[in-house]
């Protein structure tokens, strides 16, 4: 079978890299030597496996896109950037007709969505790839949507701990706030505690050195208003290995859907696991 062309843009932030490194040794992808990336970002290239890929600025990405255009043919984006572009990048793939893999957190989430459902192209868009985590928040969401009222009374804590380049809350965190509102709990995003300190990270919530610099630590506390019961949920990822995993199957997943020349979808990494159309 063919490889699936891609294109990882974010490059050379950590978690586009550790992406594309794992994706340049899986059979199934082909890695397209170009990336775009932000306007701070001097070097002109790097290395991602035996593969040099050229950075590309944004005031040469309507250049270098064109140019790909010319010799490829269909190519999946994938996005793994700055929360504060998600949606200027959204706008270039839309406009590029470019079917893209979203896993990267912030911006507008609705216009996002809005966005791809008024272009000619589908996309996969999920704050986060990790399979079992997003499988976690299904369930979630299940409960939510049952016993809305389950909760009622109770207090919340949440707590959510990220490397210190993370720019913002996390949007897994954020999404559980939703559900956890539909299960009778007054709470709100800016009531998460959001800790990037490495100082703290290591002696506080005793996450391993080795991982400081990438790791994504939650707990969600619930506690009854007499103090009697206590309920606690926690997921901590060490490491950016389980992202890939979930990037990959949304690759093709979105392929398959460009098969189908679906246009204006916006999945989910539920639909990518369901492996159907919402």
Not at 1 to 6: F, N, R
Not at 14 to 39: M, Q
Not at 60 to 69: F, S
Not at 132 to 155: C, H, K, L, N, T
């Amino acid at each position: 079978m063919k490889p699936i062309e891609i294109m990882i843009n974010g490059l050379p932030g950590n978690v586009a890299s550790r992406i594309a490194d794992r994706l340049v040794n899986d059979d199934r992808f082909a890695l397209i030597p170009w990336s775009l990336t932000g306007p701070e970002i001097e070097q002109p290239e790097v290395s991602i496996g035996p593969v040099t890929v050229r950075l590309v600025r944004p005031d040469k990405k309507e250049a270098a896109i064109e140019e790909i255009k010319a010799t490829r043919g269909r190519f999946i984006t994938v996005d793994y950037t700055h929360p504060s572009s998600v949606n200027d990048n959204c706008e270039f793939y839309c406009r590029q007709k470019l079917p893209f893999v979203m896993g990267t957190t912030g911006g507008d989430r609705e216009k996002l969505a809005e966005t791809v459902r008024q272009s000619d192209i589908s996309a996969v868009i999920a704050p986060n790839m990790a399979k079992q985590i997003v499988g976690f928040q299904a369930m979630m969401e299940y409960a939510a949507r049952e016993f809305p009222g389950m909760f009622d009374g109770y207090s919340l804590a949440i707590k959510e701990s990220h490397q210190q380049g993370k720019a913002d809350t996390s949007g897994t965190a954020k999404a559980m706030v939703g559900y956890f509102n539909a299960m009778g709990i007054r709470f709100s995003e800016n009531d998460i505690i959001k800790e990037r300190d490495p100082e703290k990270q290591a002696r506080d919530w005793h996450i391993p050195e080795a991982y400081l610099g990438g790791h994504a630590w939650h707990t969600y506390t619930l506690v009854s208003a007499d103090q009697t019961v206590k309920f606690e949920f926690t997921h901590n990822i060490n490491g950016r290995d389980i992202y890939a995993g979930g990037t990959a199957d949304a690759i093709v997943f979105l392929n398959r859907a460009c098969d189908r020349k679906d246009k204006g979808t916006v999945f989910s990494m539920i639909d990518v696991m369901k492996g159907s159309k919402p």
